[in-house]
């Protein structure tokens, strides 16, 4: 029944529900109250699609069971402050600890690392956080999926040499599950980074499962497996601006990427146009919840992520091997130097744009 209803209906019945319970425990009354009488309305509504086997009915129910669910994790002492989460928040001062204790040349390096790989912005100079901000790369300081899917796309080309047999994919998938659950603990498992850490494991089960990786299909089934787990999450604007960027990514994108017709040979003007269209993407959808928000829109978009992103790009990629080499004592000097040099750098081109 749920097959034929299709995951992405379910998913946005349930995430409306889950909104619409958000919406009401700001009304004055008791949550049990509430949770207590939606509870009777869905367990009616499971008996009359048991007996009538209806699967129409099936949408109203996760409506139901979405805002339940909310107010559920309303209640006093549902706070989970699990002992993962606990452990997360202690790797992570230890991490933030572990970068603070390299000696970069630029004072200014260690902090942006720490924004970076741990979104500690804490450290950060009040000029660093303005460059960033009026540039229109205030995205790249708030840790979100967009850094673990850097981080996943440089761990999938490192171990791509493993090869294709069936062991090679079961040591690869439970290397880069394994690679992710550990930065989403060691960040603070924010809502958008989870999201990330779901659409990783998602879709690499989904590859060593032999099944289809349909986009909307994964998109749907995070969405629903972080909603049950934390409902709350909901009302966080990383967590909303998270998915938004992926819908446009999964719905505009393939629109915009195929007005440049493809050609036999490798086109750079195309690989310009390609990451032109996923800003595009992602901004249309996200740009009028960051409006509303902030009040604010980045008028050099284009330019920074043309620009900055793949810069961003490398410096996780030197970030990360130099933690790596300093953890097991054989770290090159150079390494610590080129780190502090692509800080430096992308510090400068997003002054550059800050500043026209």
């Known amino acids: 029944m749920a097959e034929r209803a299709g995951i992405e209906a379910l998913a946005v019945h349930f995430t409306a529900g889950v909104a619409a319970g958000a919406l009401l425990l700001r009304l004055p009354a008791d949550p049990s109250i509430l949770s207590t009488s939606l509870l009777l309305v869905l367990a009616s509504l499971v008996v009359i699609v048991l007996k009538t086997e209806r699967g129409g009915l099936l949408f109203p129910a996760f ?6 669910c909310a107010f559920a994790d309303a209640f006093p002492g549902a706070d989970t402050a699990t002992f993962l989460e ?7 001062e230890r991490l933030r600890a572990f970068i603070d204790g390299i000696p970069f040349p630029s004072a200014g390096t260690a902090p942006l690392l720490k924004a970076l790989l741990t979104g500690d912005r804490s450290g950060l100079s009040q000029e660093t956080v303005r460059v960033f901000r009026e540039s ?3 995205h790249l300081l708030a840790l979100s999926g967009l850094h673990i899917g850097i ?3 440089l761990l999938t080309r490192l171990l ?4 294709n047999s069936p062991r090679a994919r079961r040591v690869r998938y439970a290397l880069i599950v394994l690679a992710a659950g550990l930065f989403t603990l060691m960040t603070g498992a924010s809502p958008s980074i989870v999201r990330a850490f779901l ?3 998602l879709n690499e089960t989904a590859r060593i499962a032999c099944r289809p990786r349909d986009p909307l299909r994964i ?3 995070a969405l629903l497996i972080q909603l049950v787990l934390t409902p709350s999450a909901i009302t966080s604007t990383g967590f909303q601006l998270s998915y938004l960027a992926m819908a446009g990514i999964f719905l505009l994108f393939p629109i915009l990427e195929g007005w440049y017709p493809k050609g036999p040979r490798i086109d750079p003007v195309r690989k310009i146009w390609e990451a032109a269209a996923l800003s595009i993407s992602c901004q249309a959808f996200t740009g009028p919840l960051a409006w509303f928000r902030f009040h604010t829109f980045p008028t050099y978009f284009l330019l920074t992520n043309l620009f900055a992103l793949p810069l961003t790009t490398l410096l996780m990629g030197s970030a990360v091997t130099t933690l790596v080499l300093r953890g097991i004592h054989c770290c090159p000097g150079f390494l610590v130097r080129a780190t502090n040099w692509l800080c430096q750098a992308l510090v400068w081109i997003l002054q550059v744009i800050s500043s026209m």
């Open 63 to 68: 409506l139901l069971l979405g805002a339940f």
């Open 86 to 92: 606990r452990r997360a928040s202690a790797w992570a």
């Open 136 to 138: 229109g790369g205030a």
């Open 151 to 153: 981080l996943y796309l």
């Open 160 to 163: 791509w040499p493993l090869g």
């Open 199 to 201: 659409f990783i494991f």
């Open 219 to 221: 998109l749907s089934t």
